[in-house]
């Protein structure tokens, strides 16, 4: 049960990259067929992201909780908050594009 920190955090970073290779592949298929998308609107390019962040915040909580006096909790609160404040960011523009209606086709006005 000692090593269930370290297996978390490398699956989670094993689970970012692959996302992020699959969010690149995607955009370069698109390029290739003359379409121009933004990174921050591939699903798996942000998923990716925050899969990385997520494991870099277990990987903080696991240092802060295995050393007793080795960092001091102002400089773990400001190391969780440069980490949370993009994760949160994350959150935010995976659900704002993924709420967002997509290849709907636009309605003609006849008269």
């Given at each position: 049960m000692?090593y269930?920190?370290?297996i978390?955090?490398?699956?989670m970073l094993?689970?970012?990259i692959l996302?992020i290779?699959i969010g690149?592949?995607?955009?370069n298929a698109?390029?290739?067929q003359g379409?121009n998308l933004a990174?921050y609107?591939?699903m798996s390019?942000?998923i990716?992201?925050?899969?990385?962040l997520?494991?870099?915040?277990?990987?903080l909580?696991?240092?802060?909780?295995a050393?007793?006096n080795g960092?001091?909790?102002?400089?773990a609160?400001?190391?969780?908050?440069?980490?949370?404040?993009?994760?949160?960011?994350c959150?935010?523009?995976?659900?704002?594009?993924?709420?967002?209606p997509q290849n709907?086709?636009?309605?003609?006005e006849?008269?």
């Open positions: 000692q269930i920190g370290f978390a955090i490398s699956s094993i689970i970012s996302n290779r690149v592949r995607r955009l698109l390029k290739s379409q990174w609107k591939q390019i942000e990716g992201i925050m899969f990385f997520l494991s870099m915040f277990e990987l909580f696991f240092i802060n909780r050393t007793n960092v001091s909790d102002a400089v609160y400001i190391v969780f908050a440069i980490v949370g404040i993009p994760l949160i960011a959150f935010i523009l995976i659900f704002k594009y993924r709420t967002l709907q086709p636009q309605k003609s006849e008269a």
